[in-house]
């Protein structure tokens, strides 16, 4: 007979990684987020996190959250639909819609609830889905938990977009859905040729912002205002309040008519716990502090072009990155556990990332350098890169480019 969970005591790789000391996940932090950590009592310089403009520990942030608990308590006990919705929620939608230049907003618990619970909610039984082949893992759950079909396109290619554009008849409802920054590798989606082909096939764009909020476009409002799409080009903005603010949390932010019917049908708005007082407070004032502070911007775009000139006389491939996402492409899942392994030792944080997280073949490591990050920080983060790049790749770093 089938024993069901006979796969768990089979199941070895991370156990493996774990008894070879090289297993780099679930690590424990003992400090806040910060530009160095403390992992096991020893300091590491932090160059994995999504922490964006460095805000997670700002004292201002802080104090934020700190008051709603005060003001609000630690919960709210319920879905916003019933009981849940206070006027934090609310006062937070407001200046969301407007940092995004839209009509409206709608709060959700986290970012990966946001895409199940918007892409369930828009995609009924004989609509379609038009996916990038290298989009977050949340949308792709969001396609599974609808009733629609999915078509998937190489990534960012123009030509295979329209190629399965063209295969769906004209009377189903179709969304083209994708990240506006990609998330493992850095690079942005073509916004403008998305919006003029979703417009000849008659599809709706939904795009997620997760990594360019607070990072892409003038006032750091994302895709849209990097390209100039600033007037209801794209239809539904969303993304997680949990990388450039700092915090928890996902949103969506269109029409108001859009936002009205999701705050209706999503299941995992209506289902489930509201965010609490504390980060929503918290989101409010990275969104104030983001406008007030443009510098920050500018400081992980210039940490970012640092580490990537770097890495790259180093003789090491950082892809096509666009953004302040700067991945180091290894290849090899082994090499990549080494590489992350002898720079943690060293006192460097990184994120090794493998399939199916990135394409077979693709390992990389992830490296974000936040806008708190000093040049002293990251000088002393290269010096730990090279040397673990002459133990693990051998000095011909240039042979795995
Ligand atoms: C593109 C994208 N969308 C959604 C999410 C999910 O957001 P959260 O972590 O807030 O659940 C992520 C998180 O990594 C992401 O990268």
């Known amino acids: 007979m089938k024993d069901l969970f006979q796969k768990c005591y089979d199941f070895h790789q991370a156990k493996d990684l774990i008894a ?14 910060a530009p160095e950590i403390v992992i096991d009592g020893k300091k590491l310089i932090m160059l994995g996190s999504n922490n964006y403009l460095g805000l997670a520990n700002d004292p201002r942030m802080k104090a934020a ?59 009924g039984r004989g609509d379609y889905v038009i996916l990038d082949k290298l989009d977050h893992a949340s949308i792709i759950d969001g396609c599974r938990l609808s009733h629609g079909e999915v078509k998937r396109y ?65 006032t750091g409002a994302g895709t849209c205002e990097y390209f100039g799409l600033d007037h209801g080009e794209v239809d539904l903005i969303v993304g997680t309040c949990s990388k450039s603010f700092a915090s928890v949390g996902g949103f969506a932010a269109g029409d108001a008519d859009i936002i009205h019917y999701i705050r209706h049908t999503s299941r995992s708005m209506i289902f489930s716990a509201a965010l609490p007082p504390g980060p929503v407070a918290s989101i409010s004032k990275a969104i104030d502090i983001i406008q007030e502070e443009p510098q920050r911007r500018k400081q992980l775009w210039d940490n970012a072009a640092y580490l990537k000139k770097a890495f790259e006389d180093m003789g090491l ?84 480019k």
């Open 317 to 400: 491939d950082t892809g096509h990155t666009q953004t302040p996402i700067v991945p180091v492409i290894i290849g090899d899942d082994e090499k990549a556990f080494n590489l992350w392994h002898v720079l943690f030792n060293n006192g460097l944080f990184t994120n090794s990332v493998i399939s199916p997280a990135v394409p077979p073949n693709r390992a990389l490591l992830r490296i974000v350098a936040t806008a708190t990050h000093t040049k002293e920080h990251l000088d002393r983060a290269l010096n730990i890169f090279e040397l673990g790049v002459k133990k693990v790749l051998g000095t011909k770093a240039h042979s795995i």
């Open 154 to 218: 190489r990534h960012n290619d123009m030509e295979d977009l329209e190629r399965a554009l063209q295969e769906i008849g004209p009377n189903h409802g179709k969304a083209i859905v994708i990240d506006g920054v990609f998330s493992m590798e850095g690079d942005i989606a073509p916004l403008p040729e998305i919006v003029k082909i979703a417009k000849k096939y008659g599809a709706r764009t939904i795009v997620d912002d997760a990594h360019a909020t607070g990072v892409l476009g003038s």
């Open 65 to 123: 959250a700190i008051k709603a608990v005060q003001d609000f308590g630690t919960g709210v006990a319920g879905s916003r639909l019933l009981n849940g919705n206070t006027i934090l929620h609310q006062n937070l939608e407001k200046k969301l819609a407007k940092f995004k230049k839209r009509e409206a907003a709608l709060v959700y618990a986290t970012g990966y609830q946001m895409n199940v619970g918007v892409i369930s909610s828009l995609i």
């Open 20 to 33: 070879e000391n090289r297993y780099p996940y679930y690590k424990v932090l003992e400090t806040e987020q």
